[in-house]
C-alpha cells in the first residue's frame, strides 16, 4: 500500500496496525510488530510527514489516523508535486551555472579560460599538487563530508607541508564531526602546530579550495566529488566564494575551542539539524550535510524530542520554532 510511496514494510505495518486501534502506544506498537521502538519511531515521523497522522483535536496530547482514502490520495500528490519541484530545481540550477560560465568566458576570455574540467580523482590530485607548489600568499579551504580517507590525508598532508614550508597562510574550515575522528583530528593537529589555522563548523558548503585569489577548485558534483572538479580563475567568480568563505569563517569554531551549546542550550550540530528537517531534508540528507552518520543523526532528533516532549518530528519541529529554535 505504502511502498508506491518508497516507504518501507515498517511504516506500512505501523500506519495498518494503528488503523486496527488508534491508542496503542511506541512501545506496544513495537511489541505487536516485532521491531525495536526507534524504528517505530522512525515509521510515525514518516506518516505525519504524510499526512497520514495528524494530532488529534478531540482527544490531547493523542493522534489521529487518517482514512487511507483520503490520506494516500494527499499524500501521492504530495509526491508528485515534490518530484516536479526537484526537477525544476535542478534544471533552474543547470541553466544558472551554464550562463555563468558561459558569461564569464566570454567576458574575461582576455586573461584566458576561466573554467576547465579535471575528470577524475588523478587529474584533480595532480592539480592540487601544482598549485600547493604555486601558491605564495593563501589557502582557503571548504572540507565537508566529515571523517577524511587516509589516502585523502595522505595526498594533503604532502600538499599541505609544501605549502607551509614557504610560510603560506593556511586556513581550513572542516565539519564538526571530524572532532570524532581520530585521523582527521591529527591531520587538523599538524597543520596548526605547523602555523595554519583550522576551525570547524557543523555545516558547511560543497568542498572548495582557493589559492591566492586567484583560482579555485570546487567540484563538478557536490554529491560526487570523485567525478572530478572545475578550475576556476577571474574575479567575478572568485569574489563570491572568497566573501562566503569569509563569512563561514568568522562563526566557525577554532579547532583548540569546544563548541558548547548556545544561550538556547543547543550545540552547533543540533540547531544546524533543526534547520536542515526544518527545510525538508530526511534523516539521511541532512547527516550527510552534517558529515555524520545517520545512527548519529538519529540519536541528535531523539534526545532533541525528548527535550522538547515531542511525540514525534512533526511535533517537535512546532515545539522548537515555539521556543525560537529556528
Do not use: C
Not at 48 to 68: K, W, Y
Not at 299 to 326: C, T, Y
Request: charged fraction near 25%; charge should be negative; hydrophobic fraction near 45%.
Amino acid at each position: 500500500m505504502l511502498g508506491a510511496l518508497g516507504l518501507p514494510t515498517t511504516t506500512e505495518s505501523v500506519y495498518r496496525s494503528l488503523l486496527e486501534e488508534s491508542s496503542r502506544s511506541v512501545a506496544e506498537l513495537a511489541d505487536h510488530l516485532g521491531v525495536d521502538e526507534e524504528q517505530v519511531r522512525t515509521a510515525l515521523d514518516s506518516l505525519f510527514d504524510l499526512a497520514l497522522l495528524r494530532e488529534s483535536t478531540e482527544a490531547p496530547q493523542g493522534i489521529h489516523v487518517v482514512d487511507p482514502e483520503v490520506g494516500l490520495r494527499v499524500a501521492l500528490a504530495r509526491q508528485q508535486a515534490d518530484l516536479a519541484r526537484r526537477q525544476q530545481e535542478v534544471a533552474q540550477s543547470q541553466a544558472a551555472i551554464a550562463r555563468l560560465i558561459d558569461g564569464l568566458s566570454h567576458t574575461e576570455r582576455s586573461t584566458g579560460p576561466v573554467a576547465s574540467e579535471l575528470l577524475g580523482m588523478d587529474a584533480v590530485r595532480d592539480q592540487l599538487q601544482l598549485l600547493a607548489q604555486e601558491a605564495r600568499d593563501e589557502v582557503m579551504t571548504f572540507m565537508p563530508g566529515g571523517a577524511q580517507s587516509p589516502a585523502a590525508l595522505e595526498h594533503a598532508g604532502r600538499n599541505d607541508a609544501q605549502i607551509l614550508a614557504r610560510n603560506v597562510r593556511m586556513r581550513t574550515i572542516g565539519l564538526d564531526s571530524i572532532r570524532n575522528s581520530p585521523e582527521t583530528m591529527r591531520h587538523a593537529r599538524f597543520l596548526t602546530d605547523s602555523g595554519a589555522e583550522f576551525r570547524t563548523s557543523a555545516i558547511l558548503p560543497p568542498r572548495m579550495v582557493v589559492v591566492d585569489r586567484r583560482a579555485a577548485l570546487i567540484p563538478l558534483d557536490a554529491t560526487n566529488t570523485r567525478r572530478g572538479a572545475l578550475l576556476v580563475s577571474g574575479t567575478a567568480i572568485l569574489a563570491p566564494m572568497i566573501a562566503l568563505f569569509e563569512q563561514v569563517w568568522e562563526i566557525a569554531t577554532p579547532l583548540g575551542a569546544a563548541a558548547d551549546p548556545d544561550r538556547e542550550g543547543l550545540t552547533t550540530q543540533e540547531r544546524a539539524l533543526l534547520k536542515l528537517l526544518a527545510q525538508g531534508l530526511t534523516d539521511e540528507a541532512a547527516a550527510t550535510r552534517l558529515g555524520v552518520s545517520h545512527r548519529t543523526a538519529r540519536r541528535v532528533m531523539a534526545d532533541l524530542m525528548e527535550r522538547l516532549n515531542a511525540r514525534s518530528r512533526f511535533e517537535a519541529g512546532l515545539k522548537a520554532a515555539q521556543r525560537g529554535w529556528l
